[in-house]
C-alpha cells in the first residue's frame, strides 16, 4: 500500500480547489459562457494529462512490483499537473455559481 501512495491520481478523483465565485462578479451572462468554454478546454487536456500520468504509475508500480522493484522510485505522483487541474475544476464550478447567481440560463456538462 505505501507503494501505491506515489502514484497519481486519475482525473476523476481529484478535487476542485475552492475559487470564490466572487472573482467572475463582474462578468456578463456572454462573458461567463466564453471563460467557461476557455477554462473546460484547459481543463479537458489537463485531465488527458494526469490521467496519462496515472497511466504511466499504474504502470511502472506493475513492472517494479513484479520484475524490477528500482523503477517504482521513478513513480510521479501527483504534483503541479494536479495542482493546475484541481484549479481549473474550482475556477468551472466558480463560473457555474455565478451564472446561476445571474440567472444566466447554461448549464455545465460533467
Known sequence: MLLLAGCASKSAEIAPTYVPPVSYQGYTCDQLA???QTVSRRAA???GQQDKLQHD???KTTVGLILFW?????NKGDGAQ???LASLKG????IQDESV???C???FQQ
Open 34 to 36: 466564453q471563460e467557461a
Open 105 to 107: 440560463g447554461f448549464k
Open 45 to 47: 487536456i489537463a485531465s
Open 70 to 74: 528500482p523503477v517504482l522510485l521513478f
Open 57 to 59: 504509475d499504474t504502470v
Open 101 to 103: 447567481v445571474k440567472n
Open 82 to 84: 494536479a495542482s493546475e
Open 91 to 94: 475556477q468551472m464550478q466558480a
